[in-house]
Nanobody, 124 residues
């Protein structure tokens, strides 16, 4: 499956952005999809995930209550709605997918497929 992440940009603190992750090549319904981010000089970190079965969603502590992950399997797209953005949210955001993944969804090395990343810059 090929992933393309887009929707990043420059936004002021307190603003909102919606990222999209579009998949091609396979239907998305059986894939767990995660969003990760990497700030300059830091390791890639988990942001949110939507699990292929049951529709469960999970968030990191730092974004819970501000970000919402959702999926539209008919469009093969997963979204990350980011609200109340802070300067510390500045990073390159990546989407990732793995077939039938049910555990370890917070771990970078559990995902086989990655998008190219989209830059989010939050100005304070």
């Amino acid at each position: 499956v090929q992933l393309q992440a887009y929707g990043g940009g420059l936004v002021q603190a307190g603003g909102s952005l919606r990222l999209s992750c579009a998949a091609s090549g396979r239907t998305f319904g059986s894939y767990t999809v995660g969003w990760f981010r990497q700030a300059p000089g830091k390791e890639r970190e988990f942001v949110a995930a939507t699990i292929w079965t049951g529709g469960s969603t999970y968030y990191s502590v730092s974004v819970k209550g501000r970000f919402v992950i959702s999926r539209d399997n008919a469009k093969n797209t997963v979204y990350l709605q980011m609200n109340s953005l802070k300067a510390e949210d500045t990073a390159v955001y990546y989407c990732a997918a793995d077939l039938l993944l049910s555990a370890g969804y917070r771990e970078v090395d559990r995902y086989d497929y990655w998008g190219q990343g989209t830059l989010v810059t939050v100005s304070s």
